[in-house]
């Protein structure tokens, strides 16, 4: 399948989701899992619906690994910040990324509180809603408003942060200049559903991602992983070196 028609096919889950989460009237708890809502389940049954009439596998947060193993792979969030979502709080998405043997290939990420979208090509740039993406260029961490998964146990010596919790939106925040830089704190750690998006939309528009441990990104499995995102390498270098 050429780039075009994996964009379309994950506008289209995108779109299933969000049709499903407006049928749905009780986003709460699930009673399955700890941290798992009746919104998560539906919006990764919409999803997979549409991914797997495409004959496409998918690593999903919610359903793990499912359809043909030989298929090109989505690495899904149905539901990025679904605590959000249940409590009201409208910084929420639905994160779909496909992954080959060279990395992140073609994102999608749609904020499904207010409608944007986000996407990404490998090497033809990221947009937010057809516009160009590109960060802010901070590079000092004096200066830098940074978003975080987790609760810091000190400053760094950051300008501010923001806790917002929907990792996929905060990395296409920095991608688009509204944080300068993005990293887990203190004993957060995040899924590679939770953030490859957002890191292939950081890296076509320009922004730098590491991970704090220098740990591989791109993974095809549930590791735990602490991805950071920068305007440029200096601030990135400088998120990496705080101790958070």
Do not use: K
């Not at 998918?58 to 499912?66: F, H, I, K």
């Not at 969030?77 to 959000?84: I, R, V, W």
């Not at 922004?207 to 441990?213: F, N, P, R």
């Amino acid at each position: 399948m050429d780039d075009p028609a994996l964009l379309d096919v994950l506008d289209a889950a995108a779109a299933a989701v969000r049709e499903a989460l407006d049928r749905l009237d009780d986003w709460g708890p699930a009673g399955t899992r700890p941290g798992q809502y009746r919104s998560d389940l539906a919006a990764d049954a919409a999803a997979l619906a549409v991914l797997h009439r495409a004959g496409l596998a998918v690593l999903s947060e919610e359903s793990g690994l499912t359809g043909d193993p030989s298929a090109e792979l989505v690495v899904l969030d149905p539901l990025d910040g679904s605590t959000n979502a249940a409590r009201g709080i409208p910084w929420y998405a639905t994160s779909l990324c496909v992954i080959d043997d060279e990395g992140p290939r073609v994102a999608v990420v749609v904020d499904q509180a207010r409608g944007v979208r986000f996407e990404a090509v490998r090497g033809e740039g990221a947009r937010r809603d057809g516009h160009p993406l590109a960060p802010s260029g901070c590079r000092r961490l004096a200066d830098a408003v940074v978003g975080v998964s987790g609760l810091p146990a000190s400053s760094p010596g950051w300008a501010q942060f923001r806790a917002l919790g929907a990792a996929a939106l905060d990395l296409c925040a920095v991608a688009g200049g509204v944080l300068d830089g993005y990293r887990p704190v203190g004993t957060s750690w995040l899924h590679p559903w939770d953030y490859l998006g957002g890191v292939l939309v950081c890296q076509e528009a320009g922004a730098v991602v590491g991970e704090a441990g220098g740990a591989e990104l791109v993974v095809r499995e549930a590791a735990r992983r602490r991805p950071v995102a920068a305007a440029t390498p200096e601030l990135l270098s400088a998120l990496i070196a705080a101790e958070l």
